[in-house]
């Protein structure tokens, strides 16, 4: 192997990601490891991923999706490739949506009206949003003790479709992958609180304590549930 021309390969692909060219950089990756016999598929995908995050960023969305089925077909086990074929359909239902209010406005038409002409935009940026929900669950059961970088995500999306109920269980499932994960134990513990179920809130922050008593996240949840009912407060370690 001519390791001069190995090096000058390095060294291209070294320019081309600080220029942000993810997709020329993975074609010269692949001809780094063929050149010095050595393969990390883990990586490929990784270029991969960057490569989309470059497309999601100029509204390719569905390039966007194509890069990363690839990068899952590289690697299988890299999660994060569900979390950004969520965020691709996330945007696009925004970009949807923006045009439709765009029209909207253009025409006069009433906030909240149905009207021919901007009916498919909303629906279209639903149908997209429904999918982001899709992906971010794939991604939270791919990577439970990383799902902290959904957990507000799908949040807004369920509210936004009216589809909040699906919330908590998708909480209980994160939990039973991941026990101890104390963001998702915090925001489940207040969805009982706001539905009425004390007890359960209180059961849920009480074991978490027991797991792990320097817990900031959980304290701060416990006197949230104290404050809401100081009756009960005697319940809560």
Request: proline residues 3%; without cysteine; glycine residues 2%.
């Amino acid at each position: 192997v001519d390791k001069e021309n190995v090096w000058a390969i390095f060294f291209k692909i070294k320019i081309l990601r600080e220029k942000n060219d993810w997709g020329q950089a993975g074609k010269l990756l692949e001809k780094y490891f063929k050149v010095s016999d050595y393969r990390d598929d883990n990586k490929r995908a990784l270029y991969k991923i960057q490569e989309a995050r470059s497309s999601i960023e100029n509204k390719s969305f569905e390039a966007a999706r194509r890069v990363l089925d690839e990068a899952l077909s590289i690697d299988p086990a890299l999660a994060i490739s569900y979390y950004f074929i969520g965020e691709s359909y996330s945007k696009e239902s925004d970009e949807k949506y923006k045009q439709g209010e765009e029209i909207r406005k253009k025409l006069q038409i009433p906030e909240n009206s149905n009207h021919p002409d901007i009916d498919d935009y909303y629906s279209d940026a639903k149908k997209l949003l429904s999918k982001s929900i899709e992906n971010w669950v794939i991604y939270t059961d791919r990577a439970p003790k990383q799902s902290w970088l959904v957990i507000h995500l799908l949040m807004d999306a369920l509210l936004a479709l009216n589809r909040f109920s699906e919330f908590e269980k998708i909480l209980q499932e994160i939990l039973e992958k991941d026990p101890n994960n104390m963001e998702v134990t915090a925001t489940l513990a207040d969805i009982y609180d706001q539905e009425g179920k004390v007890d359960q809130a209180m059961e849920l922050i009480d074991k978490a304590l027991a797991s792990d008593s320097s817990s900031l996240l959980i304290k701060l949840t416990q006197l949230k549930l104290q404050s809401r009912h100081p009756e009960r407060s005697k319940n809560i370690r």
